[in-house]
């Protein structure tokens, strides 16, 4: 029902944009007959390291706010431990030759489970695949500013497990 809220927001801003949405929600209960499209795809709307400022996060209180880890550890992910990675590169060199120089490799921010870390090798960093914790997002899949990501489904439909929901 809100598959038009964050395209409208991104093509006509925050009154018009928010105004379709409501519109779209309250009055047509969802079920309007147009569907705005983004301008452009989402992996191309990322800024510049350079003209970015760093954010920097308080640390969790482990009561309201929580570390990554904890996070996933919730979210009950179940993967056997011998299969083959279910995200798969490309190319090993375009992580580091052209993400991590341009955009700090935004991997390791934008991917909730803390899937994607840069880890500084004897020679030179290499970017390190924690497959086991992917929930599935497929953000990596769709963020991914060359799309050198491929997000396939994991072997045996591992994955999250969600027992409350």
């Not at 928010?18 to 047509?28: D, F, K, S, T």
């Not at 990675?85 to 030759?97: D, M």
Request: aromatic share 8%; with cysteine.
């Amino acid at each position: 029902q809100a598959r038009n809220f964050s395209s409208g927001i991104h093509r006509f801003g925050s009154w018009l944009g928010g105004g379709l949405a409501m519109l779209e929600h309250n009055v047509l209960k969802g079920k309007a007959k147009w569907n705005v499209r983004c301008e452009h795809p989402d992996h191309q709307s990322l800024i510049l390291a350079e003209n970015s400022d760093e954010i920097l996060y308080p640390k969790p209180d482990g009561v309201l706010s929580f570390d990554r880890l904890s996070s996933v550890y919730l979210s009950n992910i179940f993967h056997e431990e011998d299969q083959p990675c279910h995200l798969q590169l490309a190319s090993q060199r375009i992580p580091i030759e052209q993400n991590l120089a341009l955009y700090a490799e935004p991997a390791q921010r934008y991917c909730p489970a803390g899937v994607y870390e840069i880890v500084e090798g004897a020679e030179q960093a290499e970017l390190q695949i924690n497959a086991a914790n992917c929930i599935h997002c497929k953000t990596c899949d769709i963020k991914d500013p060359s799309q050198n990501i491929t997000w396939t489904p994991p072997e045996g439909g591992g994955g999250p497990n969600y027992p409350n929901m």
